[in-house]
């Protein structure tokens, strides 16, 4: 692809969105993937892989502080948290805001994606690889859970679409070794795609987490280049008072963490667990 060219996604088969190239910074096309960066004057840096855009400059902090904030200001005493995926940096990035952590793993099955994204996209990370409170595990996410001994108070999964190496944390396996290692009221979250186009990815996650976990439900946001609706994320934990913390609780917690977002706010944390209707339904059929 070269500059000037029109990029277009391919998730879903009949319509779609399209981006224009200004200049495409890189692009690896193999037998396993297609892999490309580029730069667009709407976005800025948009990373796609095998034609599904991955995160884009403009609008990622959406996805990553409502991934990162809602789960940690939910718990209030988080000290340990896990991350599975999240090479770009994004995810790492706002947890590392959180000062009262003590301990911050990333599990990424390939090295070398972060580093590719320290060089691609240096303003999702902006500098949280160097904190002193992080490890990283370059390790299958499946694996690690279910084979490590340390526990963790929220576990943040930042995982790609249910197909191709994405595909195994969408499983029950996962889900049952993300409990394992959680601690009592611990919580986990995972991007669920756009409910009104992937449903099917909702209502099978739903029924999976229930074999888990004994509260499981949703959260939402808008994010631009996530289009087609609200993006879902899964919510479990055994605690159902953790998914109904107190505006003025939670505005406290904001407060005393001394955040500065540009999306969330503990307005916005209560209301993304109101779900459209046809969400609701959806689910209680499935039961």
Known sequence: MAQNETWYETLHAGFGQYFSVDNVLYHEKTDHQDLIIFENAAFGRVMAL???VQTTERDEFIYHEMLTHVPLLAHGNAKKVLI???GDGGMLREVCRHQALEQITMVEIDAGVVNFCKAYL??????????????LVIDDGVNFVSQTTEKFDVIISDCTDPIGPGESLFTSAF?????RCLNENGIFVAQNGVCFLQQEEAITSHRKLHHSFNDVSFYQAAIPTYYGGIMTFAW???NPALREVDHATLQARFAAAGLACRYY???IHTGSFALPQYLLNALSESR
Request: proline content about 10%; hydrophobic content about 25%; overall charge negative.
């Open 50 to 52: 095998d034609g599904v």
């Open 265 to 267: 706010n503990p307005a």
């Open 122 to 135: 240096p303003n999702h990370s902006a500098g949280a690889y160097d904190d002193p409170r992080f490890k």
């Open 175 to 179: 889900y049952e070794g993300c409990k």
């Open 236 to 238: 479990a934990s055994d």
């Open 84 to 86: 599975i995926g999240g």
